[in-house]
């Protein structure tokens, strides 16, 4: 008797295990943004309701593999998109630490250098995995999933690698969030001079540094939700007080990672929360 019990409380949590892991997936109808704890460096996987993939930048190093892991379900270990804002390696690294355990339905990419021996590694370990890459453009576009859309509002070529990010606005029903990676001013500029608006949410550019986020700018975006991906008592001393101080002028809420650890928004034509745990 004493056995049947342990094995029924064994199969019941296993059970309950099994049911958990599809709430990681968001409801149909939404959009799940995360920021994942990456220490310096940026890593965003979205994850739409109808279970499509996009993960924008891998970090730094290994510390993804354990953020993606539970971020998706034990047995989800695809991704449809894989984008690299740019060839930096606190974006990079950590793209080339998954390979071999998710695989990718086509990877992304803007100007790189042929020079960079770690995009040299990837590119080496992409055509071993024969994963298809694009190289994309501005004003390039997407769908991910049925509801949601990727436009690539700056694919700049520059001598100063930052702006050479891959800028990208995500749209899903009447939501809309924009992706600066670490593009700067003269960037943010050209934006501006193409007609930006106004969105729900900002991935705030260069983890805060004082090279991107000028007032006029954020007087535009005007978030509701600035998220910050940014590493605990980083080196560069990012974000810097002055990008705080025009955040809070012009943001509702102001996310940071090095506060929060892993950020998880969801979102859809209702509400845009923050939710606790994966
Ligand atoms: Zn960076």
New binding site residues.
């Given amino acids: 008797m004493k056995r049947f019990l342990v094995f029924g409380l064994i199969f019941f949590l296993a059970a309950v295990n099994f049911f958990n892991q599809f709430s990681l997936y968001p409801p149909l109808g939404s959009v799940k943004i995360s920021f994942f704890s990456v220490g310096?460096?940026?890593a965003i996987l979205i994850v739409t309701g109808d279970k499509k993939t996009l993960l924008i930048d891998g970090g730094p190093d290994k510390s993804i593999l354990s953020e993606i892991n539970s971020a998706l379900p034990w047995w989800h270990r695809h991704l449809d998109f894989v984008l690299l804002t740019h060839e930096?390696d606190?974006?990079l690294l950590g793209l080339i630490e998954l390979g071999g355990r998710y695989h990718f339905t086509q990877v992304m990419y803007g100007t790189v250098s042929e020079e960079n021996n770690f995009i040299k590694e990837w590119f080496a370990d992409l055509k071993k995995d024969k994963i298809k890459k694009y190289q994309i453009k501005a004003l390039d576009s997407f769908s991910l999933g049925k509801y949601c859309r990727v436009n690539i509002l700056s694919a700049a070529v520059s001598r100063e690698v930052?702006d050479q990010s891959l800028v990208s606005e995500l749209v899903c029903g009447e939501r809309k969030f924009l992706f600066m990676g670490?593009a700067g001013e003269a960037i943010e500029n050209i934006l501006i001079d193409e007609g930006l608006g106004a969105y729900d949410l900002l991935k705030v550019g260069?983890?805060g540094s004082l090279t991107a986020s000028q007032e006029k700018f954020l007087k535009i975006v005007r978030p509701t939700i600035a998220v910050i991906s940014v590493g605990k008592n980083n080196k560069f001393f990012h974000p810097r007080p002055e990008v705080l101080t025009r955040l809070q002028k012009t943001a509702g809420d102001i996310l940071r990672t090095d506060e929060l650890g892993t950020i998880n928004i969801i979102a859809n034509n209702k509400e845009i929360y923050l939710r606790r745990g994966p």
Avoid: E, M, S
């Fill in positions: 310096q460096g940026d930096h606190d974006h930052n670490d260069h983890h």
